[in-house]
């Protein structure tokens, strides 16, 4: 069995818990976790959460782009949680998937403004669930 009193603990391996993890008020989630920025709509973050910053983009209305992140850690049957965080583009009307892979996950963005193109970065935060 395992108690944790005051501090933090470090585990080690896998360790399978028989009820739900619960945080207390104030306490934190840290994941390995890091920056990306995409050049040519790819980039490379081999961490389990972290943020990515697109380049400028110019998606057309109606069209979608691919960003592929090369992740090491991923693998095909993973979840990947993506929430948009800001950025400067202000074509407010897209939305987004995130398939995972292996060794790598791409997030299609799709442009639902029929008149209006992207105009600046899009900017994501993501979290590499294990499967």
Do not use: H, R
């Not at 990515?52 to 069209?63: M, Y």
């Not at 991923?74 to 939305?95: K, M, P, R, S, Y």
């Not at 292996?102 to 963005?109: D, K, L, N, P």
Request: net charge negative; proline share 1%.
């Amino acid at each position: 069995s395992f108690v944790m009193s005051e501090g933090a603990a470090t585990l080690t391996g896998v360790k399978t818990f028989a009820t739900g993890i619960a945080f207390g008020a104030g306490a934190t989630f840290d994941a390995d976790s890091g920056t990306v920025t995409l050049v040519t709509n790819a980039g490379t973050l081999s961490k389990m959460a972290g943020v990515i910053t697109t380049e400028s983009l110019t998606t057309a209305g109606g069209a979608s782009q691919a960003l592929t992140i090369t992740n090491t850690v991923c693998a095909a049957a993973d979840i990947v949680l993506v929430t948009q965080l800001g950025g400067t583009n202000t074509t407010q009307d897209f939305t987004f998937k995130c398939v995972p892979g292996a060794g790598s996950f791409v997030i299609a963005v799709y442009n639902n403004t029929a008149a209006t193109a992207f105009n600046g970065t899009l900017i994501f935060g993501f979290l590499l669930v294990k499967a």
